[in-house]
């Protein structure tokens, strides 16, 4: 049985996993594997995963480090917390990449800064649209700067793409905080949400304790970053593969038109 974390009702891992980590009962969105989300999305036999083996290290000799990546890996069936594919949406082609929030709680470390700009420089040079689903507590504290530069990376990554003509979709979910945020995770041409994600760089008790007062009523999830322009449509998880194949079919070739 699997117990929603928002209202405490349980229901069986069939029904769990056929309502894609949504509860039946009060429809609050969990955590999603990324295989499972990308199997949810793509036409069946289209998903072929990219730089499965790419791992990143251990550049500052963290003690203990190697040991929590191997059971990360061992318990999620990963590599690194990002998985990055081609795929069909519909019948339309499409470069991915998912943050899974279940191995490390997304953060990103050189080994994941390095699958989304290799995802991001193939969508570039096959002329593909890039959709991006983000799920992320920031950058991986084991790897110190070397993870912080990841968000210049990916950043000028985009920026490359975006130059070039490449239609971007930036699904945020929760929760999308800190260095994520902060880089390619903004990015798109075009922003989407889960409903009542977190999104920001620091979290609400962190700016509250900093700025001495209480935030506004749901500040900072994805009705609130709607309303204030960051987000442009909150799109439950039941309908994103219609409504990414809807704009796919939109921006024919995934190239944005002068």
Not at 47 to 67: C, H, I, R, T, W
Not at 93 to 112: E, N, Q, R
Not at 161 to 169: R, T
Not at 186 to 199: K, R
């Amino acid at each position: 049985m699997v117990t929603c974390l928002a209202c405490g009702r349980e229901t069986t891992q069939a029904v769990w996993r056929a309502s894609l980590c949504v509860c039946p009962a009060c429809g609050a969105h969990q955590m999603i594997p990324a295989r499972d989300r990308l199997t949810a999305l793509c036409d069946a036999g289209t998903l072929q995963e990219m730089d499965a083996q790419l791992v990143g290290g251990n550049p500052l000799s963290f003690p203990g480090y190697e040991k929590k990546l191997a059971a990360q890996r061992e318990k999620n069936g990963m590599q690194e917390a990002v998985m990055t594919a081609t795929g069909r949406i519909d019948g339309h082609p499409a470069v991915l990449a998912v943050l899974d929030a279940l191995f490390f709680m997304g953060s990103m470390g050189t080994g994941v800064g390095e699958k989304i700009t290799r995802a991001i420089e193939y969508a570039r040079d096959a002329h593909l649209p890039l959709i991006m689903f983000s799920a992320s507590g920031g950058a991986r504290m084991q790897e110190g700067f070397f993870s912080l530069m990841q968000m210049a990376k990916t950043s000028a990554a985009i920026a490359d793409f975006s130059d070039k003509g490449g239609l971007y979709i930036s699904v945020l979910t929760n929760p999308t905080t800190g260095g994520v945020t902060a880089s390619f995770a903004s990015l798109g041409d075009i922003m989407l949400a889960e409903p009542d994600a977190l999104i920001g760089f620091a979290g609400p008790r962190v700016i509250e304790q900093t700025i001495g007062q209480r935030l506004p009523e749901g500040f900072q999830r994805s009705e609130f970053q709607q309303e204030h322009g960051f987000i442009d449509q909150i799109v439950p998880r039941a309908q994103m593969r219609a409504v990414l194949s809807q704009l796919l079919r939109l921006h024919e070739g995934g190239v944005k038109r002068a």
